[in-house]
């Protein structure tokens, strides 16, 4: 595992990650709080949002390929 790096005074502290090695990739500048605007639109959504954002993200298997 490599050393995690900090978000900066001031930047957003959005992760990524999993297992306890996680990175700080958004670079935004965080007002009002945590999270840049973008994150905290998805961290602070109430239930009935997710589920409409997960809906219309559904993920669509890739279909079989027709020979030519």
């Not at 900090?6 to 930047?11: C, H, K, L, T, V």
């Not at 297992?19 to 973008?38: L, M, Q, R, V, W």
């Amino acid at each position: 595992m490599t050393a995690m790096t900090m978000p900066r005074p001031g930047q957003c502290k959005w992760t990524e990650g999993d297992s306890g090695n996680y990175s700080f990739p958004c670079t935004n500048k965080a007002e009002n709080g945590s999270y840049c605007a973008h994150h905290r639109t998805i961290v602070y959504e109430t239930p009935e949002q997710r589920k409409s954002r997960s809906a219309q993200t559904k993920f669509v298997p890739f279909s079989r390929r027709m020979a030519a």
